[in-house]
């Protein structure tokens, strides 16, 4: 099955500083990479996806890439803010009854 | 909004009882999941429904079943609880090639 490594684990950045989040998979049949934001307390949320014929989105100050050859695909926060530290997941799926999720990084924002 | 509410937010049992976890989700949904939770391991799929009455398994179905009733509702099932299966429980619903949604979750804790 799919295998999804995430790195880093823990995060800490000055606010308005950048920071990038980093996934890589195993399966080269996945083709829709989602990333969820989960704040203490609550379940994940969707903040951004990108599908496999697509090499970069953006979303104001989210984006994401994807290297398909490379199997890797990051997340990028550029001017960050307080209220952006939380947990933030990747996932991969090829089918969309699978989601394999990698295994998280904290994100702390200092003011 | 989407809104999927789990029954209970904590949970205390005890080695050997029944657990019954319940999900709704208010968006006629086809796909329902549950998730469990744990530091450093991410979200791991336990089941996931595509319609009423079906079901699959995820990759950690050990010790764990479902039911799903009606569209609506889809319940994780603990056997008979165990000291490993202490974990946090996820339950998202969408659409099929769809976002998930995810609901609060339930912090088991079984002694």
Same mark, same amino acid.
């Given at each position: 099955?799919?295998?999804?490594?995430?790195?880093?684990?823990?995060?800490? %950045?000055? !606010?308005?500083?950048?920071?990038? *989040?980093?996934? $890589?998979?195993?399966?080269? &049949?996945?083709?829709?990479?989602?990333?969820?934001?989960?704040?203490?307390?609550?379940?994940?949320?969707?903040?951004?996806?990108?599908?496999?014929? %697509?090499? !970069?989105?953006?979303?104001?100050? *989210?984006?994401? $890439?994807?290297?398909?050859? &490379?199997?890797?695909?990051?997340?990028?926060?550029?001017?960050?803010?307080?209220?952006?530290?939380?947990?933030?997941?990747?996932?991969?799926?090829?089918?969309?009854?699978?989601?394999?999720?990698?295994?998280?990084?904290?994100?702390?924002?200092?003011? | 909004?989407?809104?999927?509410?789990?029954?209970?937010?904590?949970?205390?049992?005890?080695?050997?009882?029944?657990?019954?976890?319940?999900?709704?989700?208010?968006?006629?949904?086809?796909?329902?999941?549950?998730?469990?939770?744990?530091?450093?391991?991410?979200?791991?799929?336990?089941?996931?429904?595509?319609?009423?009455?079906?079901?699959?398994?995820?990759?950690?179905?050990?010790?764990?079943?479902?039911?799903?009733?009606?569209?609506?509702?889809?319940?994780?099932?603990?056997?008979?609880?165990?000291?490993?299966?202490?974990?946090?429980?996820?339950?998202?619903?969408?659409?099929?090639?769809?976002?998930?949604?995810?609901?609060?979750?339930?912090?088991?804790?079984?002694?």
């Amino acid at each position: 099955g799919e295998n999804v490594e995430q790195h880093p684990s823990t995060l800490s %950045v000055q !606010e308005g500083d950048s920071a990038v *989040i980093k996934c $890589t998979y195993s399966d080269s &049949a996945s083709n829709y990479f989602p990333w969820y934001k989960q704040e203490l307390g609550k379940g994940p949320q969707l903040i951004i996806d990108i599908r496999s014929n %697509v090499g !970069e989105k953006k979303d104001q100050r *989210i984006a994401v $890439t994807l290297n398909k050859t &490379a199997k890797h695909f990051s997340l990028h926060i550029t001017e960050t803010q307080p209220e952006d530290s939380a947990v933030y997941f990747c996932a991969a799926t090829y089918n969309f009854n699978k989601f394999y999720f990698g295994s998280g990084t904290k994100l702390n924002v200092k003011p | 909004d989407v809104k999927v509410t789990q029954s209970s937010r904590y949970l205390v049992k005890r080695t050997g009882e029944k657990v019954f976890l319940e999900c709704v989700q208010d968006m006629d949904h086809e796909n329902m999941f549950w998730y469990r939770q744990d530091p450093g391991l991410g979200l791991r799929l336990i089941y996931f429904s595509y319609d009423v009455k079906m079901k699959e398994k995820g990759d950690i179905p050990e010790g764990y079943s479902v039911s799903r009733e009606k569209k609506e509702r889809f319940s994780l099932i603990l056997e008979s609880a165990s000291t490993n299966q202490t974990s946090m429980y996820l339950c998202a619903s969408s659409l099929f090639g769809g976002e998930q949604f995810f609901g609060p979750g339930t912090r088991l804790t079984v002694l």
